[in-house]
C-alpha cells in the first residue's frame, strides 16, 4: 500500500470511506474529537505527526475493498464527502498558517492529556500583555445567556449539533477568566463551570462516558476556582448522575452525601439536584427499604420546588412535573408498576412533539412499566416511533432505555410482540 502524506484532506476522506462520525472517528484513531474538527476544518493546510500518521496508516490498512474505494474517491473529490455529523468543508482559499509535523503533533498531544482549556490558558499564558483583550464585565451576562439558551436548544437538538459549538465558547471563557481579576475572575469561572457541565451531559447524551467523565472533572476543577459552593454541589450531582447511568448506586449515594454535607449552605435548586440523583442512587441499590428511601427522597425535593429563587443557567427543575419524572423513573426501576404508569400517562402527553429526546426516553421508560404489567403489544406499540429519533438526535441515553425494554420482554421474545420489538432494535447495537 502506497504511503502518503496525512493532511486533513486524507483525514476527511477516510472519516468518509468509513462512514463514522466525527464522535466514532476520534474513538477508533484514539484521539480528541476537537483534533478531528481541526484537522477537517484545516484541510490542506496542516500536516499531522508521525503519531497520528501511523494510525492513520492503521486504519487505512484496515479497509476493505469498497472502503478503499471510497477513500480513494473522496481523496479525489472532496466536494463529495460525506458529512454524517455536519461537519465544515474545509475552505479552500483559507489563510492558515501551516503546521509542521513536530508543531502539529505537540498540539495534539496537549489537547488529549491536558484538555482544550489547558491550551487555551497556555496560550494566552505565552501572549504579550498587551495582546490580550481587556475583560468587560458585560461578557459575564453575555455567556451566561448564551448557556442559557443551549441548555433551551439542548431540549430540541442532538447532542452532536451543540458539541462544537459550546467548546470553543468555554475555551474562550477560560482565557478570559485567566485575564480577570478579583471578583470578575470568580463570576467568569462561575460560567465557565456551567460550559463544561454542559458538555459534559452532551457527551454523557451520545455515550462517550469517558469525555463525560472528562469534562465533568474539569467542572468540578472549575467549580473550586470559583468559589461557590451552589457550583461544587452542581458538579457533584453531574458526576453522580453519570454513576447513575453506569448503574453505580453506590457511587451516586457517595457523591451525593458528599455534597448534601454541606446542605445548610446549599440553595433550594441544588438541593432538590441532589436528593433527586440519591433517590435514584437508592433505588439502583435496590434493598429492602428503598421503594420508602426513594419516597421520602423526593418528598423532600418537592417540598423545596416553590423556593427555588436562583438565577443560574443550569438545573431545569422548578416544575413539580420534574419530581414527577423522577419518581415515575423510579418506580419503574423498583417494579412499583402501576404507580409508574399512572405517572407516565400524565407526564408524557404533557411533553411538546418538539422535544423529541425527552419524550422518547420517557415513552421508553413507560413501555417498560407497560412489559412489567403484562401487556407486551402495548409496549411495543409505545415505542414503535423512538428508532428514529434516536438517529436524528444521537441520544445514547435513549438507545439505552430501549434495551432495557427488551430485557423485560424477555418473556415474550418468541412470541409477535418480542418480535417487532427485534425488528425495531435490528439496526442498533447494545452498549
Same mark, same amino acid.
Given at each position: 500500500?502506497?504511503?502518503?502524506?496525512?493532511?486533513?484532506?486524507?483525514?476527511?476522506?477516510?472519516r468518509?470511506?468509513?462512514r463514522?462520525?466525527?464522535?466514532?472517528f476520534a474513538d477508533?484513531?484514539?484521539?480528541s474529537?476537537?483534533?478531528?474538527?481541526?484537522?477537517?476544518?484545516?484541510?490542506?493546510?496542516?500536516?499531522?505527526?508521525a503519531?497520528?500518521?501511523?494510525?492513520m496508516d492503521?486504519?487505512?490498512?484496515?479497509?476493505d475493498?469498497?472502503?478503499?474505494?471510497r477513500?480513494?474517491?473522496?481523496?479525489?473529490?472532496p466536494?463529495?464527502?460525506? =458529512?454524517?455529523?455536519?461537519?465544515?468543508?474545509p %475552505?479552500p482559499?483559507?489563510?492558515?498558517?501551516?503546521?509542521?509535523?513536530?508543531?502539529?503533533?505537540f498540539?495534539?498531544?496537549?489537547r488529549?492529556?491536558f484538555?482544550t482549556?489547558?491550551?487555551?490558558?497556555?496560550?494566552?499564558?505565552?501572549?504579550?500583555?498587551?495582546?490580550?483583550p481587556p475583560?468587560?464585565?458585560?461578557?459575564? %451576562?453575555?455567556?451566561?445567556?448564551?448557556l442559557?439558551g443551549?441548555?433551551?436548544a439542548?431540549r430540541?437538538?442532538?447532542?452532536?449539533?451543540?458539541i462544537?459549538t459550546?467548546i470553543p465558547?468555554?475555551?474562550l471563557?477560560?482565557?478570559?477568566?485567566?485575564?480577570?481579576?478579583?471578583r470578575?475572575?470568580?463570576?467568569?469561572?462561575?460560567?465557565?463551570?456551567?460550559?463544561a457541565?454542559?458538555i459534559?451531559?452532551l457527551y454523557?447524551?451520545?455515550?462517550?462516558?469517558r469525555?463525560?467523565a472528562?469534562w465533568?472533572?474539569?467542572?468540578?476543577?472549575r467549580?473550586? =476556582?470559583?468559589?461557590?459552593?451552589?457550583l461544587?454541589?452542581?458538579?457533584?450531582h453531574n458526576?453522580?448522575?453519570?454513576?447513575?447511568?453506569k448503574r453505580?448506586?453506590?457511587?451516586?449515594?457517595?457523591?451525593?452525601?458528599?455534597a448534601?454535607?454541606?446542605?445548610?449552605r446549599?440553595?433550594?435548586?441544588?438541593?432538590?439536584?441532589?436528593?433527586?440523583?440519591a433517590?435514584?442512587?437508592?433505588?439502583?441499590?435496590?434493598?429492602d %427499604?428503598a421503594?420508602d428511601?426513594?419516597?421520602?427522597?423526593?418528598?423532600?425535593?418537592?417540598?423545596?420546588? %416553590?423556593?427555588i429563587?436562583?438565577?443560574?443557567?443550569?438545573?431545569a427543575?422548578?416544575?413539580?412535573?420534574y419530581i414527577?419524572?423522577?419518581?415515575?423513573?423510579?418506580?419503574?426501576?423498583?417494579?412499583?408498576t402501576?404507580?409508574?404508569?399512572?405517572l407516565?400517562?400524565?407526564?408524557?402527553p404533557?411533553?411538546p412533539?418538539?422535544?423529541?429526546?425527552d419524550?422518547?426516553?420517557f415513552?421508553?421508560?413507560?413501555?417498560?412499566a407497560l412489559a412489567?404489567?403484562?401487556?407486551?403489544?402495548?409496549?411495543v406499540?409505545?415505542?414503535?416511533a423512538?428508532?428514529?429519533?434516536?438517529?436524528?438526535?444521537?441520544?445514547?441515553?435513549?438507545?439505552?432505555?430501549?434495551f432495557?425494554?427488551?430485557?423485560?420482554?424477555?418473556?415474550?421474545s418468541?412470541?409477535l410482540?418480542? =418480535?417487532e420489538?427485534?425488528g425495531?432494535?435490528?439496526?442498533f447495537?447494545?452498549?
Amino acid at each position: 500500500m502506497t504511503i502518503i502524506k496525512w493532511t486533513g484532506l486524507e483525514v476527511a476522506a477516510l472519516r468518509t470511506a468509513l462512514r463514522d462520525t466525527q464522535v466514532q472517528f476520534a474513538d477508533r484513531i484514539g484521539c480528541s474529537i476537537e483534533s478531528v474538527g481541526k484537522w477537517e476544518r484545516r484541510g490542506a493546510d496542516i500536516t499531522l505527526g508521525a503519531k497520528y500518521s501511523e494510525c492513520m496508516d492503521t486504519a487505512r490498512r484496515r479497509l476493505d475493498d469498497e472502503q478503499q474505494a471510497r477513500f480513494e474517491a473522496a481523496r479525489q473529490d472532496p466536494d463529495a464527502r460525506i =458529512r454524517p455529523d455536519g461537519g465544515v468543508q474545509p %475552505d479552500p482559499g483559507s489563510s492558515t498558517v501551516v503546521h509542521d509535523e513536530q508543531e502539529a503533533e505537540f498540539d495534539e498531544l496537549n489537547r488529549r492529556q491536558f484538555g482544550t482549556a489547558f491550551l487555551g490558558l497556555t496560550a494566552l499564558a505565552a501572549k504579550p500583555s498587551d495582546a490580550t483583550p481587556p475583560v468587560a464585565p458585560e461578557l459575564v %451576562d453575555y455567556f451566561r445567556s448564551q448557556l442559557a439558551g443551549h441548555y433551551t436548544a439542548d431540549r430540541f437538538l442532538g447532542s452532536l449539533q451543540l458539541i462544537p459549538t459550546a467548546i470553543p465558547q468555554y475555551e474562550l471563557l477560560c482565557r478570559l477568566a485567566g485575564a480577570a481579576t478579583g471578583r470578575l475572575r470568580g463570576d467568569f469561572w462561575s460560567v465557565g463551570t456551567g460550559y463544561a457541565a454542559f458538555i459534559g451531559w452532551l457527551y454523557q447524551d451520545a455515550g462517550d462516558l469517558r469525555r463525560s467523565a472528562y469534562w465533568l472533572d474539569q467542572m468540578l476543577e472549575r467549580a473550586h =476556582r470559583s468559589q461557590d459552593v451552589q457550583l461544587v454541589g452542581f458538579a457533584l450531582h453531574n458526576k453522580a448522575m453519570l454513576e447513575a447511568d453506569k448503574r453505580d448506586g453506590h457511587g451516586v449515594l457517595d457523591l451525593t452525601g458528599a455534597a448534601l454535607q454541606q446542605r445548610t449552605r446549599l440553595c433550594p435548586k441544588v438541593e432538590i439536584l441532589l436528593l433527586q440523583q440519591a433517590a435514584h442512587g437508592t433505588s439502583l441499590i435496590a434493598s429492602d %427499604d428503598a421503594a420508602d428511601e426513594c419516597g421520602r427522597l423526593l418528598d423532600q425535593a418537592a417540598d423545596l420546588l %416553590d423556593a427555588i429563587d436562583d438565577e443560574y443557567p443550569w438545573g431545569a427543575c422548578r416544575s413539580r412535573r420534574y419530581i414527577d419524572v423522577q419518581r415515575a423513573t423510579v418506580w419503574t426501576r423498583l417494579g412499583r408498576t402501576n404507580d409508574a404508569m399512572k405517572l407516565w400517562e400524565e407526564i408524557i402527553p404533557d411533553i411538546p412533539a418538539s422535544e423529541s429526546r425527552d419524550r422518547g426516553v420517557f415513552s421508553a421508560r413507560y413501555a417498560q412499566a407497560l412489559a412489567a404489567a403484562g401487556e407486551p403489544e402495548q409496549a411495543v406499540a409505545t415505542v414503535s416511533a423512538i428508532p428514529p429519533l434516536v438517529v436524528k438526535t444521537s441520544s445514547a441515553r435513549m438507545r439505552a432505555e430501549l434495551f432495557t425494554l427488551r430485557k423485560r420482554m424477555e418473556p415474550w421474545s418468541h412470541e409477535l410482540a418480542g =418480535r417487532e420489538l427485534e425488528g425495531l432494535l435490528s439496526n442498533f447495537a447494545e452498549n
